[in-house]
């Protein structure tokens, strides 16, 4: 989270790292920005848990955490930054990329839970 803290506060304007033209790329990074670290922790707590069930609470607080972060991010982003603007776009494919995270990982240890 530090690096998604890093690159959502740092301008890359003055950078030089070429020019790829990929409609919506901030929002697809945005995403990934979001959907890594709530697999990432998900798949940390159903570790740390080590039952059969699924640690639902705290994939839910998980969640909302992260959503949380990435609106603040955002708030920072608008108030506090020069180069850089707080978009509710931005918000929401923060909040995209964590929701899907979620889905996926029920899905997949539901899934496998269901075949035991």
Do not use: C, W
Request: aromatic content about 16%.
């Amino acid at each position: 989270m530090v690096f998604v803290t890093y690159s959502s506060l740092y301008s890359f304007e003055d950078n030089e790292f070429g020019s790829f033209n990929i409609p919506y790329r901030d929002k697809v990074i945005h995403f990934i920005f979001y959907f890594v670290p709530t697999i990432l922790g998900s798949l940390f707590l159903i570790e740390r848990k080590k039952k059969k069930s699924l640690p639902t609470k705290q994939l839910t607080i998980l969640a909302f955490s992260l959503i949380f972060f990435g609106i603040i991010i955002e708030v920072i982003q608008g108030t506090m930054t020069v180069n850089r603007s707080g978009e509710v776009y931005d918000a929401l494919a923060n909040s995209t990329g964590v929701i899907l995270g979620i889905i996926g990982i029920l899905a997949i240890f539901y899934r496998q839970r269901r075949l035991k």
